[in-house]
């Protein structure tokens, strides 16, 4: 087992376990603190396909922005974690069975195909998820969309704002 | 590494997701649930560019492909922020008007 490998197994554990952390942890925080932990885990998958851009991006963003967003959120409505409804207990046994099946069909179904035996992923090699032809790209072939972009942040803007005031 | 564990770890943190939004009645959870699954999704999207590149780069040195599947992650990333803005606007608005999180007192909007 390489150094790559041995990265690859701890960064996923790492997401897995932290994923399952924030669908069990009863308070709020936790799981938003739980969830930071997660995409962090992430980036390092990132760094690992050597798409730096992204797995910055990923870290200021999400683990930045978005999740202290949740936190402010979270704060301001001083949800008490004793209060909190929970589901009955065959409604979650269903919900675990029925994601669980969902994820041995995909499983059994990815095994199967032919079309991705034997098909390996460039590990830390490769330029493509550097800034350098991403920006190029990003202004050249797409530059419509990301103009469009803006738009869109003004609209979502724009609409929390409208709901968020009484 | 084979692209198959990533599809594995990928279907998996997407699965975690699913049962979260499954079994879950706090509205922000859900919605941290689905963060959850836009970023499995987005880490599949770009595993999958670097198998095309790999391929590319064996036949081409030099080639740019599958640099399209890093943009679509970028607008991603872009479109859930827009979401989680009023995503978020939305919940609050909902706990101004029922004290509460619980997605079950959604069905209120009926009436």
Known sequence: ?166 | MPIQYYIFFCLTLFSIGVIGVLTRRNAIIVFMCVELMLNAVNLLLVAFSKMYNGAALQALPGSTAGIDAQIFVFFIMVVAAAEVSVGLAIIVMMYRNTHSVDINFLNRLKN
């Open chain 1, 1 to 166: 087992m390489n150094k790559l490998e041995i990265l690859f197994y701890a960064l996923s554990a790492f997401a897995i376990v932290s994923a399952i952390m924030v669908l069990v942890s009863k308070n709020p925080i936790h799981s938003v603190l739980w969830l930071i932990l997660v995409f962090f885990a992430i980036s390092g998958h990132y760094i690992l396909l050597n798409a730096q851009f992204l797995a910055i991006v990923n870290i200021i963003v999400y683990a930045g922005a978005i999740m202290v967003l949740f936190l402010f959120v979270i704060m301001l409505m001083n949800v008490k974690s004793d209060q909190e409804p929970q589901k009955k207990l065959l409604i979650k046994f269903i919900g675990v069975l029925s994601g669980g099946s969902f994820l041995t069909l995909l499983i059994a179904l990815v095994k199967q195909t032919a079309q991705l035996q034997g098909k390996q992923v460039l590990m830390k090699e490769g330029s493509i998820g550097l800034i350098h032809p991403l920006g190029k790209a990003l202004f050249s072939d797409y530059v419509l969309p990301f103009e469009i972009s803006s738009v869109l942040f003004l609209s979502a803007m724009v609409g929390a704002v409208i709901i968020g005031k009484k």
